[in-house]
């Protein structure tokens, strides 16, 4: 399983404005809210939900936080979501410390080094773990009129390893033909803490273990160019003319994309890709009843699979103090793991929907917030 450190109090960089103070979460709720939602069975359906509901977390969940944000104030008039793009890592600080009643991850919360017992407090009882959809992320590159090269592990590894440092050097056989000019390759990572970034790094460890060495962690482990956030590193990648980084797939546009070997097959990036490697993969050791981490497969040979993947996940309590706040909390992840809302995800974030099963427990685990 992917693991990730806690930071014990907020970044300073993020201003208040930005990471918001907010009643904590409790293990009670004394208010005897009833949790405010009819809407389970897939829609954004008015539910009476009002209020701010706040959440940080990963920016690779922007644009589907965006679209999920519209259909569910466009059902409730008096709801006011507000989600900040601040990164995995910080949006699990912010979680942690009360600052934010959910939080989006592209790790699985977990207790290397006290992070879910500080959220058990927090909450009163162990808080839920959800999937929110599974994702490629595009290993992205910048080369005039290309769009496709091939490459196995061991060659992405090497490149952000500084190993490989033109693109004449990318052999023949993994090319296919493309002639790749003579031009020296800028990797672009990103440069503050990310969950994109653990699981490309657990991904390059898994899958290329002769040349890549260093852990899987939200921190890049190798000098280099770097830029902040998703966008940031999109924006160095389009700017740069030789650039190569990784990103959701989701948000490289107007980028060529690198197909990576899966066994005899050179697969590309997509919804579909991605969605076999979650089935393939089995859960993760230890997880409680509301935690559904799973240990992704990032050396599967499955036909068409695409390993190099985020599952993006929520965190949530399953009761807060504020009715109101659990009532929205509520509701909105359950319009998330809605069909309906697992539909507008793929189609505004290009993401893959959850499958039938994870979904309806999902669900499952939704529904007892506030029970």
Not at 95 to 108: C, E, H, P
Not at 149 to 164: E, H, L, R
Not at 237 to 259: F, H
Not at 310 to 339: F, H, M, P, R
């Amino acid at each position: 399983m992917i693991r990730t450190s806690l930071r014990r109090a907020l970044i300073p960089g993020i201003a208040a404005a930005t990471i918001f103070s907010m009643s904590a979460c409790g293990a009670s709720n004394e208010d005897g809210g009833d949790g405010g939602s009819d809407n389970a069975g897939g829609s954004a359906e008015s539910a009476g939900l009002s209020g701010v509901l706040k959440g940080a977390g990963a920016t690779s969940q922007e644009k589907a936080q965006e679209a999920w944000t519209i259909a569910i104030q466009g059902a409730n008039d008096g709801l006011e979501v507000q989600y900040q793009p601040v990164g995995s890592t910080d949006g699990r600080s912010a979680f942690v410390s009360g600052a934010a009643a959910f939080a989006g991850t592209d790790s699985a919360l977990n207790d290397e080094e006290g992070q879910l017992t500080e959220a058990t407090e927090q909450c009163g009882s162990e808080p839920i773990q959800i999937p929110a959809y599974v994702s490629p992320i595009a290993v992205a590159f910048n080369l005039p009129e290309i769009d496709v090269v091939q490459m196995s592990a061991d060659t992405i590894a090497q490149i952000f390893d500084g190993k490989i440092t033109n693109w004449s050097d990318v052999p023949d056989e993994q090319a296919d033909g493309v002639e790749l000019p003579d031009l020296d390759i800028t990797p672009v990572h990103r440069s503050d803490d990310s969950g994109t970034t653990k699981n490309f790094t657990d991904y390059l460890g898994k899958a290329a273990p002769d040349s890549w060495s260093y852990e899987a962690e939200d921190a890049f482990p190798v000098d280099g160019e770097a830029a902040d956030g998703t966008s940031g590193v999109i924006q160095q990648v389009s700017t740069i003319e030789g650039a190569i980084g990784y990103a959701d797939n989701s948000q490289v546009e107007g980028l060529g994309r690198v197909s990576v070997g899966v066994g005899e097959e050179f697969v590309a990036p997509s919804p579909e890709g991605a969605a076999k490697v979650l089935e393939v993969s089995p859960p993760a050791e230890g997880v409680s009843d509301v935690d559904m981490a799973v240990s992704l497969d990032r050396t599967t040979t499955e036909s068409g699979a695409y390993p190099v993947v985020l599952l993006s996940y929520l965190v949530a309590c399953q009761s807060y103090d504020d009715a109101a706040t659990e009532a929205n909390v509520k509701g909105y992840l359950e319009y998330i793991v809605s069909d309906a809302g697992q539909a507008t995800a793929a189609e505004e974030a290009g993401s893959a929907p959850l499958g039938e099963a994870t979904a309806a427990k999902a669900q499952e685990i939704v529904a007892t917030i506030g029970s």
